[in-house]
């Protein structure tokens, strides 16, 4: 610190004597030659300057002033060149050099010389370009722009709130579990080392209602005391649906879960309202499908119906009024335990295809409806099915409960080299299709076998529906 005292208080006694020994008519000494000043390579933050060395100089000093006019270096050096950094992009300084004589020496100190030097701008980012989809929500994708590590965005909604914001380095923001509805998201690239942010860039996408996962459970029905498999299907907004819940189709329970409100959380969102201001009864009433009962007559309200679990397991419980003038008091169930269950076990297979494998070796045309398959779970995706063409033959496929399908990639089949595939290929993978009813479909699958230098050919083409 003492050192750098002393050479500012040095710099600045050398500047005043310098300009005090050019300007004196007292100082009759000759001045020593200006320098030659030379401005070398600069960028955005940095300027150098370089001069050639003056006779009878015993060192320079120099000083860069910013368009205020406030000197951001100051000091003397020895050396015949400098460079000065932490600058702004794009500003003209103001550089003065001048060389020192000594002072007790023979040549005086001359007016410092000065010259202006610009640093270089910053050089804008390229503007994002955005493509939104609707992806488990919305997606916002965009290209990389060339010299960017980050992106500022900013998601809102069509009330213009903001949804979420940030600063990321992907080129992608995905956001899920809102409302249905148009979201905009600004981009702004974000500069750095020479590179200033780019415009901001901006999309729209709109998110719509998807499905997350379906289960296959138990209905349970407390007027009629009895059971039956029923399908329900979770959705995206948090809205569910129990298809044909007693068991006729098109008549379904559908409902929302609104996990905020914890004094009621639960809403049937179809059916209608009913006000029984003779019986002094309200309830939300939802048709069956049957003649009796013709309708559940619940009442969904402060968490009299309630629904807990996930794509795992769980139950749905509907408090409802059932007999005549709301005689009784009871529970519709809905339950469900790991998904697997509902689609393992024995099948009834139909098979409708063909197959050259006979003793003949000829194409023969089958559809036989009383093969049976089975299905066993493996782990929490795995499973192996048996039965499909030949016994004690499994292939092992992966579930999806998301989609409802069962991917079965191509594997061996038996022992003799066949290939179990898709027919349109031996490379293509067999998509089966887990259907509402709790079927399973397993389409256009085929047996294929290579002939060296001939290719391949299949010997067995054909869907089988597996039925519980």
Known sequence: MKHTKTIAMLLSLACSIGFTACDSDTDLREALA??????????????????????NAIQYGYRLIDPNGRAVKADVTQKTSVQITGLQPATTYTLQVWAFACMDGDYSTPPAITLTATTAALEKLSTPTIIASSENGVTFRWDAVPNALEYSYTVTDSDGA??????????????????????????????????????????????LVYEVYRVNGTYHSAELNSSWTATMVAFSDNTYSILAFYGVEGYNLDFSVNTSNAADMFAITNGEYVNDTAAGYVTWQV????????????????????????????????????GANYANWDYDTFT????????????????????????????????????IATIEKLDDETVEIDGLFWTDCPV?????????????????????????????????????????????????????YYFDGDGWYYYTLGTSTLTK
């Open 34 to 55: 200006q320098p030659s000043v030379t401005q070398g390579n600069s960028n955005y933050q940095s300027l150098s300057f370089s001069w050639e060395k003056v006779g």
């Open 162 to 207: 903001t949804v979420i914001s940030g600063i990321t380095g992907d080129t992608f923001i995905q956001i899920s579990g809102y409302p249905d509805g148009d979201y905009t998201i600004s981009v702004t690239a974000l500069g750095h080392d020479g590179y200033s942010q780019s415009d901001t860039a901006t999309a729209t996408g709109t998110i």
């Open 287 to 322: 048709p069956t499908g049957l003649s009796e009962p013709a309708m559940l007559i619940a009442y969904p309200w402060y968490n009299y119906c309630y629904f807990e679990g996930n794509a795992k397991s769980g139950s749905v419980n509907i408090g409802c009024y059932n």
């Open 336 to 371: 469900w335990d790991d998904n697997m269950s509902a689609i393992t076990g024995t099948f009834t297979n139909h098979f409708s295809g063909g197959s050259s494998i006979n003793d003949s070796w000829t194409w023969e045309n089958i559809d036989a409806d009383n093969w």
């Open 396 to 448: 092992y496929g992966i579930v999806d409960f998301s989609t409802g399908t069962i991917t079965i990639e191509p594997q061996e089949y038996g022992t003799a080299g066949y290939v179990f595939a898709s027919g349109d290929g031996p490379e293509v993978s067999v998509t089966a299709t887990i259907n509402q009813d709790g079927s399973i479909t397993v389409p256009n699958f085929a047996m294929w």
